[in-house]
């Protein structure tokens, strides 16, 4: 159990779908990430609420929406994805201080056909 | 620019010694991190370093050189279940706000033999 939770943890949809990814973490955290992990690329960071700021990575696509209500949620919004969409993609938190490890969940393996 | 270099893939003996290196080139410099990942799982946290020398952990020992951007993870008395991959992370220097960048390497994926 990783103090962090996500589900679903896979996901089939396709691209004309919509779908939501969610992630609760019960750590006190004060900041919460989206990642995508694909084969043979670094861990790339997606979004990051931090001190209910909001951080963006300006090369993800708009078909990606995220949504913090609070410092204990976070879901991804999925819309008219594509097939190179599909990919591992894990939620993490930490304490917004710098050298704060992250928590990751166990991410939602999502396919897009 | 900002790179991270570690190796694809290594195997290692049950009961042995393994070095994993890290070769970082960030625009400054907060520290690195070690994470390993079991297939299917989430990545769990190792260590970090941000000052020069040995932090050991149990089993598990992290190095680090700034001067050199050199970063290893030493896994001593090597077990089966420390088949994983092992992710290096740097921490690049803070922006004006309060965001941190880690820049992460490709992962070494670590086969244990028995």
């Known amino acids: 159990e990783t103090g962090v939770t996500q589900t679903p943890r896979h996901l089939v949809m396709g691209m004309t779908n919509k779908k939501s990814l969610k992630c609760e973490q019960h750590l006190g955290h004060n900041a919460m990430y989206w990642y995508k992990q694909s084969a043979k690329k670094p861990l790339e960071l997606m979004f990051v609420?931090?001190?209910?700021?909001?951080?963006e990575n300006n090369s993800v696509p708009s078909r990606f929406s995220p949504e913090c209500p609070n410092s204990s949620h976070l879901f991804l919004h999925l819309h008219t994805l594509q097939p190179e969409d599909s990919a591992l993609y894990l939620c993490?938190?930490?304490?917004?201080?710098?050298?704060?490890?992250?928590?990751f969940g166990n991410g939602t393996r999502l396919t897009v056909t | 620019g900002q790179n991270i270099d570690q190796p694809t893939e290594m195997t290692a003996t049950e009961g042995a010694i393994v070095q994993i290196n890290c070769t970082y080139q960030t625009s400054g410099f907060n520290g690195l991190f070690w994470y390993q990942q079991h297939a299917g799982e989430a990545p769990t946290f190792l260590s970090y370093?941000?000052l020069d020398g040995l932090e050991e952990k149990g089993r598990f020992s992290s190095f680090l050189s700034r001067s050199k951007g050199y970063s290893y993870l030493l896994l001593k008395e090597l077990q089966m279940k420390d088949s994983a991959s092992y992710l290096c992370a740097a921490l690049e220097g803070l922006n004006a706000g309060n965001n941190r960048k880690l820049i992460w390497g490709l992962g070494t994926s670590l086969g244990v033999n028995p």
């Open positions: 370093n941000v």
């Open positions: 993490a938190s930490s304490q917004a201080t710098q050298n704060s490890p992250l928590h």
């Open positions: 609420y931090s001190l209910e700021e909001r951080v």
